[in-house]
């Protein structure tokens, strides 16, 4: 089984705060994904790479950046917390062919306060 | 660019009632692929179905069925006789190759609640 494995479950971080959050995949997929989940706005990308130290914007990557040195590991950052990041931030992989489909991590809930 | 659109918000029937989620995608790339998930109330997304942007062969699983159509630009999504734990929120997904890599975009997702 797909295995895709976020580092915390539940954060509470204060405005100004740099953040890290960890996923890490087992499955050797070329494709990693960062995206934020909020009602009624569905699955929004915030990043993605393609490679070790190789990433792409998505379309809302103000006030994030990420990190790819090893290729079963993704981190998002949020280099200065603002009240408007507080969501459900959700990472994914898959492979670039064959079976492209996207596994998900369980999510992680972000309060910044 | 790439987007996914799907229309309905919420969708409520009752059970056994057969109900048809519907997805729009655009894209410049003639190589893509499609995708459904299905969100429960635990919160973990599920990957349901995948086609190729070469594929138009609808698909059967079950209670579950794909048509796929290239003309309308549409991958819409029927579940026939509905059950009470088909209860989710439904997305739709278009990957496309964009600069290096195959960028995965969402639509804003369909809420399909099923009552007795």
């Known amino acids: 089984d797909v295995k895709v494995t976020q580092s915390s479950r539940y954060l509470v971080k204060r405005t100004g705060e740099k953040v890290f959050l960890e996923c890490v995949q087992d499955?050797?997929?070329?494709?990693m994904f960062w995206y934020r989940q909020d009602p009624g706005l569905g699955l929004r990308l915030i990043y993605f790479?393609?490679?070790?130290?190789?990433?792409e914007k998505g379309d809302i990557p103000e006030g994030y950046s990420v990190s790819r040195e090893k290729k079963e590991r993704f981190s998002l950052i949020l280099e200065s917390a603002s009240t408007n990041q507080t969501s459900m931030y959700l990472c994914?992989?898959?492979?670039?062919?064959?079976?492209?489909?996207?596994?998900f991590g369980q999510g992680t809930r972000l309060t910044v306060v | 660019a790439q987007k996914v659109t799907q229309a309905q918000t919420e969708i409520s029937v009752v059970e056994k009632e057969d109900v048809t989620l519907d997805c729009v995608y655009e894209?410049?790339?003639?190589?893509?692929?499609l995708f459904w998930y299905k969100q429960p109330p635990s919160g973990e997304l599920v990957f349901l179905i995948r086609?190729?942007?070469?594929?138009?062969q609808n698909e059967i699983s079950g209670r579950y069925s794909w048509n796929f159509q290239k003309s309308t630009s549409s991958f819409n999504f029927t579940i026939t006789a509905s059950q009470v734990v088909d209860s989710a929120v439904y997305f739709c997904?278009?990957?496309?190759?964009?600069?290096?890599?195959?960028?995965?975009?969402f639509g804003t997702g369909t809420q399909l609640k099923v009552e007795l």
């Open positions: 994914a992989s898959s492979f670039w062919v064959g079976e492209p489909e996207a596994f």
């Open positions: 499955m050797d997929h070329e494709n």
């Open positions: 790479s393609y490679d070790v130290k190789m990433k």
């Open positions: 894209t410049r790339d003639t190589t893509y692929y």
């Open positions: 086609r190729n942007s070469f594929d138009e």
């Open positions: 997904a278009l990957s496309a190759m964009t600069g290096g890599g195959n960028k995965l975009t």
